[in-house]
């Protein structure tokens, strides 16, 4: 069965700091994996996507299919990038994502 | 410019009412999802649509249910409102087919219901 686990729900950095909010996994086929973002009193959209291997306002997420990881990491953190994240795995049969629980980044001045 | 919008905003409703939760996209997708958020769970699917009279279940559809007779719109009803219920909902949107290709999801703003 797919799952996408993210295993912190907070996670607080200095600005200037890097950042890596874990992700990892479990799906049978090929996977397509994503980092959505929500900042506050914004609408969730999206931050990244694998297939693109973009960087988007300084993040960088790589796929490790050996490991079942997708990682978002910045090497400088800003205060503008506190938000809640989320990494969603897309169904390749279905189209349809489904969404890890969560974190919530807190970058301080 | 196209839009994902949602309403009403806010809700506040008492147990036992039936509710129905509004979305309205322009993008033409084909594709249609409703979501709750709640703090600890994250987002979990609710129903999800691949076009018109097209509707599918999602992880947490008991007590929802949706209906798709244009490809604008999906509204979701909730037929008997309960406190468990109490949620932000969200309505997404997305281009393509059901299993074909990359198709990002367009949030809609949420709306906030509260249950008492």
């Known amino acids: 069965a797919q799952r996408v686990t993210q295993p912190e729900k907070l996670l607080s950095v200095f600005k200037g700091a890097p950042v890596e909010l874990k992700c990892n996994y479990s799906?049978?086929?090929?996977?397509?994996l994503f980092w959505y973002v929500q900042y506050s009193r914004q609408r969730l959209q999206l931050l990244l996507r694998?297939?693109s291997r973009e960087s988007i306002k300084g993040f960088t997420a790589d796929l490790n299919k050996g490991e079942t990881s997708f990682h978002l990491k910045k090497p400088f953190a800003q205060e503008e990038d506190s938000a809640m994240y989320y990494c969603?795995?897309?169904?390749?049969?279905?189209?349809?994502?489904?969404f890890g629980r969560g974190t919530q980044l807190t970058v301080w001045p | 410019d196209a839009e994902i919008t949602q309403s009403p905003r806010h809700k506040i409703t008492e147990t036992g009412r039936q509710v129905t939760l509004a979305c309205h996209q322009t993008?033409?997708?084909?594709?249609m999802f409703w979501y709750r958020q709640d703090l600890g769970h994250g987002l979990r699917l609710i129903h999800y649509?691949?076009?018109?009279?097209?509707?599918n279940k999602g992880e947490v559809s008991d007590g929802y249910s949706v209906s798709r007779s244009n490809t604008e719109d999906l509204p979701l009803t909730l037929e008997s409102a309960a406190s468990s219920q109490t949620s932000v909902y969200f309505c997404?949107?997305?281009?393509?087919?059901?299993?074909?290709?990359?198709?990002?999801?367009?949030f809609g703003p949420g709306t906030r219901l509260t249950v008492l």
């Open positions: 799906y049978s086929g090929s996977p397509e």
């Open positions: 993008w033409n997708h084909n594709n």
């Open positions: 694998h297939i």
């Open positions: 969603a795995l897309k169904s390749s049969t279905l189209g349809r994502l489904y």
């Open positions: 997404a949107s997305s281009d393509g087919g059901a299993s074909g290709g990359y198709n990002e999801q367009f």
């Open positions: 649509s691949y076009g018109v009279q097209d509707t």
